[in-house]
């Protein structure tokens, strides 16, 4: 009986590491290749953005921290943290108990 049991096993390992080795084949070379073909897209990617960058003149890169202020201002608006300055109107995103410009203090001026 035992014997009969031991050759199951065996019977069952050996299709099961069939079926494993076939799924491997199967399975790896659509991941080298993308694995290749990625990394060398993303090399060739990031060298040309990094040449884009050093390419960009003073101005350019002013006028893009400008375009990054506004963007970053305009989402802190949109947000729920936003509390306004009920004396100057003042805009504030984290919530102060005392307003930066006029010194008011903000404790319930949520709006």
Do not use: Q, W
Not at 19 to 32: A, F, G, N, V
Not at 46 to 65: A, R, Y
Not at 81 to 94: D, I, R
Request: hydrophobic share 35%.
């Amino acid at each position: 009986m035992l014997t009969g049991f031991g050759t199951a096993v065996v019977i069952v390992t050996i299709f099961a590491d069939r079926r494993l080795k076939d799924l491997e084949s199967r399975l790896k070379p659509k991941t080298d290749v993308h694995a290749r073909l990625f990394g060398a897209e993303t090399k060739t990617d990031i060298k040309v953005k990094i040449d884009g960058i050093e390419e960009l003149t003073e101005e350019d890169f002013d006028n893009l921290i400008l375009m990054m202020k506004s963007l970053r201002r305009t989402l802190l608006e949109e947000s729920k943290n936003l509390s306004k300055c009920s004396v100057c109107g003042n805009a504030h995103y984290n919530k102060p108990k005392f307003c930066s410009n006029c010194g008011f203090k903000l404790t319930s001026n949520i709006h």
